[in-house]
């Protein structure tokens, strides 16, 4: 008999498991005894939920907000924190809130003390303005145009007070997006770089740096063409097509799209990604050509402040931001906000489907 044949085949590769892991062992204990089984919750105060199980069990969640981009020290102080009240038991939140889970009453007001002194607000449950959710910026991402996170502490130090306190008509979600391509989604107020001039070229930088087919490729609208400049090869911008989205920049910074003055913040309000009471929302723009003005960025400050005002004393019990303006109109809204309004804003724009680069292939 062939030897080959004898052989016992090779045992099969098991497949590697790669999805999200299971949760169960990284839950509070009474959490995962609990699982499924939960009778009722409640919020004793706000940034404190307690949810009690059919079992009479109880558990309090205390959120607190935290800076999102953080030093080790500060993870480590966090992480003594659940040590000392939450048998080390934490979870973050997708607003890069802190969740510490508490099994006994009596821990959760020292908890909340010592959260408070390091300076890490309780809140942002229920109907307050939630942590503003940021995109990566100058940390991970190659194209931003400002700094979200800078945004984010100048913002939240206005509305410490609304993260704190319950007084919303609904949940306010914000985000901040250091680029028009907003990797931040949708959110009811959100802050969004624009750049108002397409890029300018560095002709003899080009030829050196860049990878002139990434580029090109890289170009939603397909506005960028190879060309020859002073008999060097280089790139030529269609500026009629140009969107001014900024992510040439990163295949070739000899692109550059990011300028003091014509890189601008916009303000868009009324998106939403739940279906909770209603579908989820796009948002539209109600303000534009901000200026990009750190440490402080006053004027968005003033304007997302005012937005928030005028939401919190006109909407009705329970109306998000969008539900509020589709009852009020659009005229009104700017109205009410004293927002000046330009044929520019609230874009809703249909032609992206025929002209923007929805396949890989370089066209030109
Ligand atoms: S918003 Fe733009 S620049 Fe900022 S992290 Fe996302 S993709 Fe990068
Ligand atoms: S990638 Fe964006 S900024 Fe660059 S040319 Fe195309 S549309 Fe303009």
Redesign the pocket.
């Known amino acids: 008999m062939n030897q080959a044949v004898q052989e016992k085949p090779a045992a099969k590769r098991k497949p590697k498991e790669t999805g999200v892991p299971d949760n169960k062992k990284y839950l509070h204990p009474l959490m995962t005894k609990n699982y499924g089984k939960w009778r009722y919750h409640d919020r004793p105060r706000p940034g404190v939920l307690r949810h009690v199980a059919h079992s009479g069990d109880q558990i309090w969640t205390v959120r607190a907000g935290t800076q999102r981009q953080m030093d080790v020290g500060t993870i480590r102080l966090l992480c003594d924190i659940a040590d000392k009240y939450a048998e080390g038991h934490v979870r973050f939140t997708i607003r890069s809130n802190i969740e510490f889970m508490v099994s006994k009453a009596e821990k959760v007001d020292p908890l909340i003390a010592e959260l408070e002194k390091h300076g890490f607000p309780v809140g942002g449950t229920g109907n307050s303005v939630s942590m503003i959710a940021h995109t990566q910026g100058w940390l991970h991402c190659d194209i931003p145009g400002t700094d979200a996170s800078g945004v984010v502490k100048a913002l939240m130090d206005e509305l410490i007070v609304e993260f704190k306190r319950e007084e919303m008509p609904n949940r306010v979600h914000l985000s901040t997006s250091c680029c ?1 391509i907003n990797c931040g989604g949708q959110a009811d107020i959100a802050i969004i770089v624009q ?1 108002t001039k ?2 300018v070229i560095n002709h003899d930088l080009v030829a050196n740096v860049c990878e002139r087919p990434t ?1 090109v490729a ?7 063409r190879p060309a020859m400049v002073n008999g060097k090869p280089s790139l030529e ?3 009629t ?9 990163p295949p070739c910074p000899p ?1 550059q ?1 990011n300028d003091p003055e014509y890189s601008k913040l916009a303000i868009w309000v009324g998106g939403k990604n739940s279906n909770a009471r209603g579908k989820p929302t796009f948002m539209k723009m109600v303000a534009s050509g901000l200026p990009n003005n750190p440490p402080r960025w006053p004027e968005v400050n003033e304007v997302v402040t005012r937005i928030l005002r005028v939401y919190k004393e006109d909407a009705r019990p329970w109306e998000r931001m969008a539900d509020w303006i589709d009852r009020i109109g659009w005229p009104r809204f700017f109205e009410k906000t004293e927002l000046p309004f330009t044929k520019y804003l609230i874009d809703d724009w249909r032609g992206s489907r025929s002209t923007f680069n929805a396949s890989t292939h370089i066209r030109f």
């Open positions: 028009e750049h397409p890029p580029v890289r170009c939603p609208v397909a506005a960028i911008i269609d500026e097509k140009c969107m001014c989205c900024g992510a040439c920049y692109m799209i």
